[in-house]
C-alpha cells in the first residue's frame, strides 16, 4: 500500500483531485509518477483506495473539492480544529468511512455539497461554529438516529439529509434561517421533533410523538397532515 505523510516541519498537503492537486512531500515518499512541489494531474481512483490517509496537516483550513471522494478503504477521519471549510465531494461515496472525529474547539462553519454523501457514521452534534450544510451533504447516511444543531446555525440546503432513514430525534434551533426543500423529508423514522414553524414542512411527519416548536409562531394544523 501507498503510505503518503506530510512532512512535519511546516509542509501543507491540500489534495483536490478534481482536476490537478498539489503535493508538497518529500520526494522518497512519491508514488507512481507524481513530482513532489508541482501541479499533477490527481492520482487514481485505484490508487485512492489503498492510500491509508488519516488527517490532513494541523495547519490546513479547508479540505479541497472531491480531496478523499470514493476513497473506499477509509474508515476514519479525525479533521483537525483549525478547519474552516469541508469542500463540495470532500469525502462523498466513502463507503468505509464509520467514524468522523469533530474535536470540541473545532472551528467548521461550512459543509458543501455532498461533502459526506454515502457515507455511514453517526454524528449528533455539530460545533457551535458550524454555520451552513450543503445540500445532500449527508444523503443516505444510515447510521445517523439524532441530529442536533446550535443556535449559530443559518442554513441546511436541500436534500441535506435526504434517506438517512434511521433519524428518530430531530433538534433546529429557532432562529435558523434557512431549511431547504426536502432537507428531512425522506427521513421516515423522526419520533421526536424540535423546530421553528416553518421548518416543519420539511420533516417527514407520520411517525411523529413528540412536537416542540421552539419559534413561538402560530402553528396552522396542516402542517401536520400527512
Same mark, same amino acid.
Given at each position: ?15 483536490? %483531485?478534481?482536476?490537478? =492537486? ?12 507524481? +513530482?513532489?512541489?508541482?501541479?499533477? %494531474? ?8 489503498? =492510500? ?34 469541508? +469542500? ?31 457515507? !455511514? ?5 455539530? %460545533? ?24 449559530? =446555525?443559518?442554513?441546511?440546503? !436541500? ?29 421516515? !423514522? ?30 396552522? %394544523? ?5
Amino acid at each position: 500500500n501507498d503510505t503518503i505523510k506530510a512532512t512535519k516541519t511546516g509542509h501543507k498537503s491540500i489534495l483536490t %483531485p478534481a482536476s490537478h =492537486m498539489y503535493l508538497d512531500f518529500p520526494e522518497d515518499r512519491i508514488p507512481g509518477e507524481v +513530482q513532489a512541489a508541482t501541479w499533477r %494531474p490527481p492520482i487514481s481512483v485505484e490508487k485512492c483506495y489503498s =492510500m491509508p490517509v488519516n488527517d490532513y496537516s494541523e495547519s490546513s483550513t479547508v479540505i479541497g473539492v472531491q480531496a478523499f471522494a470514493q476513497c473506499s478503504a477509509l474508515g476514519s477521519v479525525a479533521i483537525p480544529d483549525g478547519v474552516t471549510e469541508i +469542500q463540495n465531494y470532500a469525502f462523498s461515496e466513502c463507503a468505509g468511512l464509520t467514524t468522523l472525529t469533530l474535536g470540541s474547539a473545532s472551528k467548521l462553519e461550512t459543509i458543501g455539497n455532498s461533502a459526506f454523501a454515502y457515507c !455511514n457514521f453517526a454524528i449528533e452534534t455539530f %460545533p457551535e461554529t458550524l454555520r451552513v450544510i450543503g445540500s445532500r451533504a449527508f444523503e443516505q447516511n444510515l447510521a445517523i438516529t439524532s441530529l442536533t444543531f446550535h443556535e449559530g =446555525m443559518e442554513s441546511i440546503d !436541500n436534500l441535506a439529509f435526504n434517506g438517512c432513514t434511521n433519524l428518530q430525534t430531530l433538534y433546529i434551533p429557532a432562529n435558523i434561517t434557512t431549511v431547504g426543500s426536502g432537507a428531512f423529508t425522506s427521513c421516515s !423514522n423522526i419520533i421526536t421533533l424540535t423546530a421553528p414553524e416553518f421548518a416543519i414542512s420539511q420533516v417527514t411527519k407520520e411517525k411523529l410523538v413528540t412536537v416542540v416548536i421552539n419559534s413561538g409562531d402560530t402553528v396552522t %394544523p396542516s402542517l401536520f397532515s400527512g
